[in-house]
């Protein structure tokens, strides 16, 4: 199993409340957060973890780490009390210290406590093994622990993103599915590239995807499971666009089919495999996806005459409009948490990336660029990721992530041009 692959992990925690990050709407006073190198036999392994423990609460946006030539204490035990004055006089509030090691099996040990500098008071502490390859995940579990005490909220680090690596000449482009973790680190291609793959999402329940293949010129539907690399076809479907989005039991998946110019949506149950229709096919409607609750259903449609954002229960009934302001509405996507839809939205020749309540309510523009598309979100709805197309004959998809108060906008690392990102749930 690759480094960002899934399972494996075993341990315990302890500890809670105290210190609590301090975001507002807009303006973010990020948490100055001491983290120094863990300590270890293995020197590297136990930098190259605290490394990655840095890069993603940094990377978040809500977490200052302090400079390592700022410490005024050597910590030299784990388990030890540290000198908290020595934490304060550098301004930290939060201090994460960590050792790891490798056990007799060759299985890596880790352990790590936070502690709030002021209070003096530890907030949490866990010891787990993995397997070898899977040392960035140790990294990526402190992270999410620790930014979940101290934010009140679940993180994001330790989950996988699924995407298309676009390699070859703009006119010829060669499409493959890969996974990554969130961080671009751990990647892995998924397909041969013999084939044009688009669209890939996830499924919130398991370590499997949905994808579209194009095989002879027929778009063909496709359930993958990335653990196994077995894949099974869903079904072969004339005029789909997009890949269909799972329901939040992972038992239906939701989709729109074309047919005489027009495009109705769709739900389709795994187990029996049987369809029912839910709009009634006089307009276009497309990418639809599913509330957590799995009772409503957004979409985008043109049946006012522009593509605009409706909502409707998840039987098809009371379809109405949410989106009001000016510009065409696409690629809709619900919140994990409920509380946003996110969306493209192109107005005066640009590209939008932005979030509305499901009211329709608190429009906000998130980022905007050339050609921005394809949102998906982290599995605690505070980041999302999506793709920006750069121009010119040597341009190419490019993977970025915005959290929700727009100031906070990263590009993703990958190989080759990437493009269609889809955020997994937790793995741990």
């Keep these: 199993m690759g480094g960002g692959g899934g399972g ?7 500890g809670g409340g105290g210190l609590q990050g301090r975001q507002t709407q807009g303006t973010i006073a990020p948490i100055p957060i001491a ?27 809500l977490f ?14 784990v388990n030890a009390a540290p000198r908290f004055g020595d934490w304060r006089a550098i301004r930290a509030d939060a201090l994460v210290v960590g050792d790891v090691a490798r056990g007799p099996d060759g299985r890596i040990i880790a352990q790590f406590r936070l502690w709030d500098v002021t209070t003096g008071k530890q907030l949490a502490g866990q010891r787990f093994a993995t397997a070898p390859q899977n040392w960035r995940r140790v990294g990526h579990i402190i992270a999410d622990q ?28 060669v ?3 890969a996974i990554m973790d969130q961080d671009g680190h751990n990647v892995r291609l998924l397909t041969k590239g013999n084939e044009l793959v688009l669209t890939p999402r996830f499924s919130p329940t398991n370590q499997e995807i949905t994808f579209m293949s194009y095989t002879s010129g027929q778009p063909r539907v496709f359930l993958m499971n990335l653990e196994t690399g077995q894949r099974e076809v869903v079904g072969d479907f004339p005029g789909m666009t997009f890949a269909p989005r799972f329901s939040p039991d992972g038992q239906r998946i939701v989709m729109s089919l074309q047919s005489d110019g027009n ?38 449609t043109d049946r006012e005459g522009t593509q605009q954002i409706y909502v409707m229960n998840s039987d098809g009934s009371g379809a109405h409009r949410i989106s009001r302001g000016e510009g065409r509405y696409s690629t809709p996507v619900w919140s994990p948490r409920g509380d946003y839809i996110a969306f493209t939205k192109q107005y005066g020749g640009r590209f939008l990336i932005g979030v509305m309540r499901p009211d329709g309510t608190g429009e906000r523009v998130l980022t905007e660029g050339y050609h921005n598309e394809g ?7 505070r980041v999302l990721m999506f793709f920006r197309e750069s121009q010119g004959a040597n341009g190419g998809a490019r993977i970025f992530s915005v959290d929700l108060t727009g100031y906070n ?6 190989p080759s041009f990437a493009s269609d990102p889809a955020w997994s749930p937790l793995l741990n």
């Design 8 to 14: 494996g992990l075993s341990g315990g925690t302890s």
């Design 64 to 77: 200052d780490p302090l400079d390592r030539a700022s410490f005024l204490e050597q910590v030299r035990d």
């Design 175 to 177: 499409k493959r599915l």
């Design 375 to 381: 949102p998906t979100w982290a599995p605690n709805g």
């Design 263 to 300: 495009s109705a949506i769709f739900e389709m149950d795994l187990r029996s495999r049987q369809r029912r229709q839910l709009t009634p096919g006089t307009s276009i409607d497309t990418g639809p996806s599913y509330s957590p609750d799995g009772r409503q259903i957004v979409f985008e």
């Design 146 to 173: 620790v930014y979940k005490q101290l934010t009140g909220e679940s993180g994001y680090f330790d989950s996988r993103v699924v995407y298309v690596d676009e390699t070859g000449p703009k006119d010829r482009r």
């Design 409 to 414: 906008e990263r590009i993703i690392r990958t």
């Design 35 to 61: 983290i120094p190198f863990f300590l270890g036999p293995d020197p590297k392994l136990a930098a190259d973890v605290a490394e990655v423990v840095t890069a993603d609460l940094g990377g978040s946006g």
